[in-house]
């Protein structure tokens, strides 16, 4: 008899929730990775973040092998590898950690039926986040879906609730199953080639976390921590990472990691959102969507620097400053009057650090359909931004080179005029 513990979006044997409820339930534990062609289907063969997970799951083979175990890496829908699973080995639990995501909710649910209808208990578990669901709501339960009170109840029951936890997984590996050597699949075998981007480490330092609040804004500056990727694949945890931010007592810091909780939740509750508009009269808005704009904004061509650099340093990096990201969405929704689904759809495909809640959270915030959204008629300024954040054209130099020669395009559009459009557009929509 065994138990299968089925790793996600948390690809590391240390403090790992689900990992050490599995090893200290008693049965030798299966370590399980699926490469689900649901989710590898539409990704570019190159995708940096598939060479990512990969990488990553070589590494937890490397050290579950010095106690003669190995990962399972395996491919095919999950629901097809648990019946092999199950047709395999005497299965007496199953145990995770929970994904808030919708796909993720439906594969779940999906599993979980699979195994009750064998009798198998599926054991889900709090990991990703420090704060999940319900847990942080108002008086009669229902959800927050403005920042601050939300933040604000945090810290509150976050206070009153003890130390963080931590879940020392990596003290029992002896507890994992032994043999059922599958063989690992390499990159290639799964339908992938290496990608010439990299996911940097992430910068937890004293002294990043202590600057935080006077570099993060400054996009020429290396100031914040590059987290992003590592939250997403759970290459640390996030108790690990607030740790820091408390150790450092930058509430600036702990702020960001609460809005990446915010939008989880978000999401959670109102799923639609991924599609939708929060605030529903913003699906009115008659979009523009001209092809060519849109080209020309993917590009870094529209002749706005601090637009472009932010573009170009996306297709080249798979990263954008937080500031510049703010600019971009809103150049594309409001100056270009291009539906935030298309814009977040790029986000998704180029960003290493894509995140749906964050990445729909933050687009539908630059548009104003979202949940506690800039209010509409607040219109980003490219240039005054370009003056406020890189007055010595540091980051635009860094990423346009050509900028301020022959070779760099015009304005794509007049400022004042495109404002004025939008204003009128988002008029008509919204009475
Ligand atoms: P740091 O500034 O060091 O922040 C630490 C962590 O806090 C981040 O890794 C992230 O987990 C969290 N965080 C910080 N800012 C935000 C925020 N505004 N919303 C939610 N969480 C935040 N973040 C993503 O993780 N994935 C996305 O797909 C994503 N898409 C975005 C799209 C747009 C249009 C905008 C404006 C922002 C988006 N963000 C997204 C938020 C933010 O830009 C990134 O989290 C941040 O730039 C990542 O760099 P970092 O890890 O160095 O962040």
Redesign the pocket.
């Known amino acids: 008899p065994v138990s299968i513990f089925w790793f996600r979006r948390d690809l590391r044997l240390e403090d790992n929730h689900g990992l050490l409820r599995a090893l200290s339930a008693g049965f030798p534990v299966i370590p399980l990775f699926i490469f689900d062609p649901e989710i590898l289907g539409e990704l570019p063969r190159t995708d940096a973040r598939v060479g990512f997970i990969h990488q990553q799951l070589q590494e937890m083979d490397r050290v579950l092998k010095q106690s003669g175990c190995a990962m399972q890496v395996r491919q095919g829908t999950p629901l097809e590898v648990f019946r092999d699973m199950l047709a395999e080995y005497e299965v007496k639990a199953v145990f995770t950690n929970r994904d808030y995501e919708p796909y993720a909710r439906e594969r779940d649910g999906e599993i979980e039926s699979l195994l009750r209808h064998s009798g198998i208990p599926f054991h889900t578990f709090k990991d990703q986040v420090i704060f999940e669901m319900g847990e942080i709501s108002k008086e009669k339960g229902d959800p927050y879906v403005v920042y601050t009170p939300y933040m604000k109840k945090w810290k509150a029951v976050f206070r009153t609730a003890g130390p963080i936890q931590a879940f020392p997984s990596e003290d029992r590996l002896s507890g994992f199953f032994k043999g059922g050597e599958q063989g690992f699949p390499s990159l290639q075998e799964i339908g992938f080639t290496p990608s010439p981007l990299k996911v940097p480490a992430?910068?937890l330092s004293g002294t990043?976390v202590e600057n935080?609040e006077r570099t993060?804004n400054i996009p020429a500056v290396e100031?914040?921590?590059?987290?992003?990727?590592?939250?997403?694949f759970g290459t640390i945890s996030i108790r690990k990472?607030l740790k820091k931010a408390l150790e450092a007592k930058n509430e600036t810091?702990w702020n960001?990691?609460i809005?990446?909780e915010?939008?989880m939740q978000i999401l959670w509750h109102f799923p639609h959102t991924a599609r939708e508009a929060f605030k529903k009269p913003y699906d009115r808005i008659a979009w523009r969507n001209r092809e060519e704009d849109f080209e020309l904004w993917k590009n870094g061509q529209t002749g706005y620097a601090l637009v472009d650099a932010g573009m170009r340093q996306l297709n080249q990096t798979g990263?954008?400053?937080?500031r510049v990201?703010?600019l971009?969405?809103s150049f594309l929704c409001k100056h270009l009057l291009i539906d935030w689904r298309w814009?977040?759809a790029y986000?998704?495909e180029k960003?290493l650090?894509?995140?749906?809640?964050?990445?729909?959270?933050?687009?539908q915030?630059?548009a104003g359909s979202g949940v506690d959204a800039a209010p509409y008629f607040r219109i980003f300024n490219p240039i005054t931004q370009a003056e406020k954040f890189d007055p010595r054209h540091q980051y635009i130099r860094q990423w346009v080179p050509e900028y301020g020669s022959p070779d760099y395009p015009p304005k794509m559009v007049e400022h004042t005029s495109a404002r004025n459009r939008c204003l009128e557009t988002y008029k008509a929509a919204l009475g």
């Open positions: 992430y910068n990043l935080y993060r100031g914040t921590s590059r987290l992003g990727p590592h939250l997403r990472a810091f960001e990691l809005w990446r915010f939008f990263y954008m400053h937080n990201r703010m971009t969405a814009g977040e986000f998704a960003l650090d894509y995140e749906m809640s964050s990445n729909v959270g933050n687009w915030w630059a």
